[in-house]
T-cell receptor, first 116, second 113 residues
Framework: DTAVSQTPKYLVTQMGNDKSIKCEQN?????MYWYKQDSKKFLKIMFS???????INETVPNRFSPKSPDKAHLNLHINSLELGDSAVYFC???????????????FGPGTRLLVL | GDSVTQMEGPVTLSEEAFLTINCTYT??????LFWYVQYPGEGLQLLLK???ADDKGSNKGFEATYRKETTSFHLEKGSVQVSDSAVYFC????????????WGAGTKLIIKP
């Protein structure tokens, strides 16, 4: 069973469209994340979310919004897509709590978004 | 603020060569340190980690030792294979960061047969 899954794997869309990427984890983790990886492989945290709070990287445009229907899912919704949004988006999850700093993050396979 | 600095890539080596990828960090508190690997077309996966000073993490022939005195966590492997070609990310995590990982920029490793 896949621990962290994302759909779709590839997404090609036009500028201005609205799209969503779904993420599900079956690890029982209580914290989930979204990352953006650019063409130079640089990783940027976009959001982290657990059942207590949402932490937003202040550099992320408000066109991006995470939506969590339950603890096992954290979807990423993007409004008015722009060319610069083209990247690979990774979902990840981990446990928090007292062992927080030692906990491994588990990553999904990524969603390759291309905005034309 | 907390940060991680990795050597710039790409690093190109021949098969069976010795590998070192340097990683140094700046952090308040007592971070845990991680190496993640990203194979082509895949997501990141944990390679190894160390949670306190002088700990050595190891996996798949890779090793890294948490050196508090030099604030380093260099990745080493004695004999690399073509299948080790990937991007390697050094990261740290501290309590104050709300459990977020602070990432290095990644180092692309290319192993030639």
């Amino acid at each position: 069973d896949t621990a962290v899954s994302q759909t779709p794997k590839y997404l090609v869309t036009q500028m201005g469209n609205d799209k969503s990427i779904k993420c599900e984890q079956n690890l029982g983790h209580d914290t989930m994340y979204w990352y953006k990886q650019d063409s130079k492989k640089f990783l940027k945290i976009m959001f982290s979310y657990n059942n207590k709070e949402l932490i937003i990287n202040e550099t992320v445009p408000n066109r991006f919004s995470p939506k969590s229907p339950d603890k096992a899912h954290l979807n990423l919704h993007i409004n008015s897509l722009e060319l610069g949004d083209s990247a690979v988006y990774f979902c990840a999850s981990s446990r928090s709590g007292l062992a927080g700093p030692k906990e491994t993050q588990y990553f999904g396979p990524g969603t390759r978004l291309l905005v034309l | 603020g907390d940060s991680v600095t990795q050597m710039e890539g790409p690093v190109t080596l021949s098969e069976e060569a010795f590998l070192t990828i340097n990683c140094t960090y700046t952090a308040t508190g007592y971070p845990s340190l991680f190496w993640y690997v990203q194979y082509p077309g895949e997501g990141l996966q944990l390679l190894l980690k160390a949670t306190k000073a002088d700990d050595k993490g190891s996996n798949k022939g890779f090793e890294a030792t948490y050196r508090k005195e030099t604030t380093s966590f260099h990745l080493e492997k004695g004999s690399v294979q073509v299948s080790d070609s990937a991007v390697y990310f050094c990261a740290l995590r501290v309590m104050d960061s709300n459990y977020q990982l602070i990432w290095g920029a990644g180092t692309k490793l290319i192993i030639k047969p």
